[in-house]
């Protein structure tokens, strides 16, 4: 049964960071892409970030971009999102995902999701 679990949210202030972590279990884990979404109450899941099975290609959003860093440890099966700079608009909950093949900014490309936890950023 795979099994993503996401871990690192909370309540921080504008200007904050916070580093979300995504512990994967149930699949080869380092053969998936990973990616990182995020629901803000009253919108659509938006991408926020995405890695490759290998770790060097990585994409992000035009929002997140120079701020967030995506990164993953195949060893621990799990990716992070370092979140620095934060904003009050970066308020969401923060899904990860994880597909075969290349990455993709659609969520419906994505096979397996977490749970979510939730990212609050006070002004």
């Known amino acids: 049964q795979v099994q993503l679990v996401e871990s690192g949210g909370g309540l921080v202030q504008a200007g904050g960071s916070l580093r979300l972590s995504c512990a994967a279990s149930?699949?080869?884990?380092?053969?998936?892409?990973s990616g990182w979404f995020r629901q803000a109450p009253g919108k659509e899941r938006e991408f926020v970030a995405a890695i490759s099975w290998s770790p060097g290609n990585t994409d992000y959003a035009g929002s997140v971009k120079g701020r967030f860093a995506i990164s993953r440890d195949n060893a621990k099966n799990t990716v992070y999102l370092q979140m620095n700079n934060l904003k009050p608009e970066d308020t969401a909950v923060y899904y990860c995902a994880t597909r075969s093949g290349g990455w993709s900014r659609r969520p419906q490309m994505y096979d397996y999701w977490g749970q979510g936890t939730q990212v609050t950023v006070s002004a």
């Open positions: 149930g699949l080869a884990f380092s053969s998936y892409a």
